[in-house]
């Protein structure tokens, strides 16, 4: 009976280290051969595995395209700009001092092809370029060469030269004109907007969307669907609206900033340009599978404050914002009235010039089914 009791509590032990051995993997870590015992075939799927180079290549995808093309540009201009002073053009390897030491002659010398100046906006888009050069994978640089002190030689150097250019007459910034009421008018009336059409159709929608929502161009247009916006009804009013209800990345929006600041497109009742009425139209005809500055100048024309036209808009700062409040042509003469009136030059109840008349469309030309055959 002795022999049997010693003899069980051996078995006991056997078998509890033969389990130890099995869990042993797991204790260690060692997700392969554990997952090849069957232990971590649950776990092993819950985490991905990304090396340094996903890493860095996920930052590249989520880089603006014309974010990539400046910085390439630049850094390329900057590597030919060393080359020619007989430097090592591997600038991403120079240290903060080193840096500082070159860029303050670079600043000042940098010119175009033909030997002539940039404008200021253009050597500021130079320097922005180098310093998400210089951030962006392989270099992955912390310093900053706009704000950190360890440049400050260099930044003074950058606003010498942004003063030389400005006195050379280099400081002027072309902005796109905002497309004036009567234009708008012409749009609206003629063929290429009409709704009866295909293309027609196809291009009121496109401009509604890109005027009432103050989109930047063309930006992300080809990415939205049906889904990117909704139909909606104000429950105190009644009024029908369009609302864009997917978040995307923009140019003032990138991927650690959440979009929660758009406009909407409201219904025009009674009228024949709708866009709601033109939305719904065009959405139903599909598979079931300059404007942006024109949209906040006519927002700030209709008194709304800065805070309520960067909601729609999207800005973060009444300075970015002010690029997009144009004068237009209308509102340059009614300004002019009061000047021409303290000279005695027109009667003070002037407050316009008459509109030319605007034609719907413009005559199409005769079109012949072929060519009148030559005469022997």
């Known amino acids: 009976m002795l022999n049997d009791h010693f003899s069980e509590l051996e078995n006991i032990r056997t078998e509890n280290t033969e389990k130890t051995k099995k869990i042993e993997p797991i204790v260690k870590d060692d997700s392969r051969e554990a997952e090849s015992q069957g232990y971590l075939s649950v776990k092993s799927k819950r985490f991905g595995t990304s090396t340094r180079q996903d890493i860095d290549d996920k930052r590249r995808t989520f880089t603006p395209t014309r974010h990539k093309k400046s910085n390439t540009l630049s850094a390329k201009l900057f590597r030919e700009y060393l080359t020619s002073k007989n430097h090592d053009a591997d600038f991403g390897s120079f240290t903060t001092q080193r840096l500082d030491e070159a860029l303050p002659h670079f600043y000042l010398d940098v010119r175009k092809m033909d030997g002539s100046m940039y404008k200021t906006s253009s050597l500021e ?18 310093f900053d060469i706009i704000k950190d002190a360890a440049f400050r030689y260099a930044n003074m150097s950058f606003d010498a030269a942004r003063a030389e250019l400005k006195q050379a007459g280099k400081g002027n910034v072309q902005h796109y004109p905002i497309i004036q009421e009567s234009d708008r008018e012409k749009l609206y009336k003629s063929v290429y907007f009409s709704t009866h059409t295909p293309t027609g159709l196809f291009n009121k929608v496109q401009y509604d969307i890109r005027l009432y929502f103050c989109r930047r161009g063309a930006e992300n247009m080809h990415t939205m669907t049906k889904s990117t916006f909704a139909l909606k009804t104000d429950p105190d009013t009644g009024m029908r609206y369009i609302e864009k209800i997917l978040d995307e990345l923009t140019k003032n929006h990138r991927g650690n900033d959440k979009e929660t600041t758009s406009g909407v497109m409201p219904e025009a009742t009674g009228s024949m340009y709708c866009p709601v009425d033109s939305f719904i139209k065009y959405t139903d005809k599909l598979h079931p599978d300059c404007d942006r500055a024109t949209g906040a100048s006519i927002l700030s024309k209709n008194k709304l404050n800065d805070a309520q036209i960067m909601y729609v808009t999207g800005h973060k700062s ?6 997009y409040q144009r004068v ?13 009136v303290t000279m005695g030059a027109v009667p003070a109840r002037i407050e316009a010039f008459p509109a030319p008349p605007i034609r719907s469309a413009l005559p199409a030309p005769p079109i012949r089914s072929a060519l009148p055959a030559p005469s022997y």
């Open 328 to 340: 237009d042509t209308q509102e340059k003469l009614e300004m002019g009235q009061p000047l021409g």
């Open 125 to 142: 888009s130079i320097r922005h370029g180098l310093n998400r050069h210089l951030k962006a994978p392989p270099n992955n640089k912390v």
């Open 318 to 323: 009444v300075q970015s914002l002010s690029v």
